[in-house]
């Protein structure tokens, strides 16, 4: 059955050429999740500024199958700071990578709009969002108890991080230990101490790696290009 969808809120994740003149667009949308639309003659429409990402889109299609057609497109660009641009690019390529097609999430939407909207972006802004994300999907680990015992994180205690199982007990003198103290922290959003922040760094690229199974981020190359550049 061909269904149409129209005026549908949106943001471009990401997009690749279609033979000679089209797109394919990955969206992220309000109420049907992660969605692939090709735009017929995209690379010369006039409607070409946007297929940007970090731009508030209404957007139409038409469709049967997994890949729709672009119907219609329109939008709003937000502020996003230049510095803000590779780290939410990064972003994009976490949802397109992780994300299921067709897996409506209002929450997931939501909390990616926030995090465009908010113009005084941090990096704990952008841990926040890797945490609820890996959350969402069901790979993060109760990080409010000890992997074995069940036994709530004592801030006294330290304690090393598993991405199969969460944080285990273990010695002080133990390589690359967490105090308890700052897992609590991260887990009531309390990033005031760079030790926190630099704890939820390591502890999410920890997940992130062991469910990317040997597969390596593009924006993560882009951003050693970068640095190695300057």
Request: hydrophobic share 40%; net charge neutral.
């Amino acid at each position: 059955m061909l269904t149409r969808v129209s005026d549908q809120p949106a943001y471009l994740l990401h997009r690749r050429d279609w033979q000679n003149t089209s797109l394919i667009l990955d969206l992220l949308t309000c109420d049907f999740g992660r969605v692939s639309v090709l735009a017929k003659g995209g690379k010369n429409s006039r409607s070409k500024a946007f297929y940007q990402p970090f731009i508030r889109l209404s957007v139409s299609w038409t469709g049967r199958h997994e890949l729709k057609t672009l119907v219609d497109i329109d939008g709003v660009s937000l502020p996003v700071a230049e510095q803000q641009y590779l780290p939410l690019l990064y972003i994009n390529e976490l949802i397109s990578v992780f994300v299921p097609v067709h897996d409506p999430n209002l929450e997931l939407f939501q909390l990616y709009e926030m995090l465009l909207q908010n113009i005084d972006q941090k990096e704990a802004d952008l841990r926040e969002f890797e945490k609820e994300l890996m959350n969402f999907l069901g790979y993060l680990p109760d990080t409010m108890v000890e992997a074995r015992t069940r036994m709530p994180i004592d801030a006294r205690q330290h304690y090393q991080f598993l991405a199969s199982d969460g944080f285990v007990m273990c010695s002080e003198t133990n390589k690359n230990t967490i105090n308890g103290a700052s897992i609590i922290a991260w887990n009531e959003k309390n990033y005031e101490s760079p030790a926190v922040l630099q704890m939820a760094k390591a502890v999410m690229r920890c997940i992130i790696d062991f469910n990317l199974h040997g597969k390596e981020l593009k924006s993560r190359i882009i951003y050693r290009k970068i640095q190695n550049y300057f």
